[in-house]
């Protein structure tokens, strides 16, 4: 029988030799998302001297040039599918099946990818899908470690500490109800936030939705449990606690065409006060909406 180094030397080798991979990977997507920003002008510079908006944001055309008539988008798709089979290359053929990934590239029919993703969209979401390209490749890296057999070709899971179940994410929607003359949320659907690492817990990924749960299937089992109240003499319950708001939050998301979450914009991803702000402007754009409903 091998020494325990010996078991895993061959797991260890193809978990560095996946992190080589992707951060190649993730350097040419980079790289060509520089590229993209500075052929439409670069980035606006605030008065401390710090990058901010995209000056070319809305531009549909430069870009799409770029990566539809000179190839380059035909050359990402190709990047994808070959980092997507090299990661899981490095997986026993029964094992591939285990890994959920996103990061695929493949035609819609007679429509080619990069014309569907980038022809007459603004930079600004095309910026944005870069970096959702590099969040699924970090995803796909970290699952591969995660899919090789153990020692006698054993699979072991580990459960997910709790400390990295960090929030709760709800998806709701906001309605204005005409009989009653009120705007207010319906809450849609919960779902656990973790933090996913790798590298050994030396690099921490974006936070991600773990698994979402509908509210109204969740409901009678929401009613019937408890949360902590101070204020011994009136208990609350779970169901309480969510529909009457009782929770600090912050949004994160609105509706759009890409489906992107605010993070993603380009302006937001290296800014998390940005971000922020935009989440306030977001707020105030429901109060204003429903300020401006009524004459006084």
Known sequence: MGTQPDLVRPFYVKAKEAEKLAAEFDQYVENLKNILIEETGGREESSDGKKTELVGKDDIEKHADFLINKKKGDELKIKINEIREKL?????????????????????????????????????????MMSMIKNDCKVITNDVPDGMGGVESKTFKEAIPKEKLVKIQVMEDWIFDNTHGR??????????????????????????????????????????????????????????????????????????????????????????????????????????????????
């Open 183 to 296: 705007m207010y949320p319906r809450i849609v659907a919960l779902a656990i936030v973790y933090q996913p690492v790798v590298a050994g817990g030396s690099v921490e990924l974006p936070e991600q939705p773990l698994f979402w749960i509908k509210y109204n299937d969740a409901r009678p089992f929401f009613i019937n449990a408890e949360v902590f109240n101070r204020n011994m003499a009136s208990r609350i319950s779970v169901d309480h606690f969510f529909q009457a708001r009782m929770f600090d939050s912050q949004i994160i998301k609105e509706p759009n065409v890409y489906d992107y979450p605010i993070r993603y914009y380009p302006e937001y991803e290296d800014n998390g006060l940005a971000a922020l702000l935009k989440s306030e402007e977001i707020k105030n754009e429901l109060f204003v909406m429903e300020h401006d409903l009524w004459e006084y």
């Open 88 to 128: 899981l290359a490095l997986l026993a053929p029964e094992e591939r099946n285990e890994v959920i990934s996103d990061l695929v590239a493949q035609d819609y029919g007679t429509q080619s990818w990069e014309s569907f993703h980038f022809e007459h969209s603004p930079l600004a979401a095309v910026v944005a």
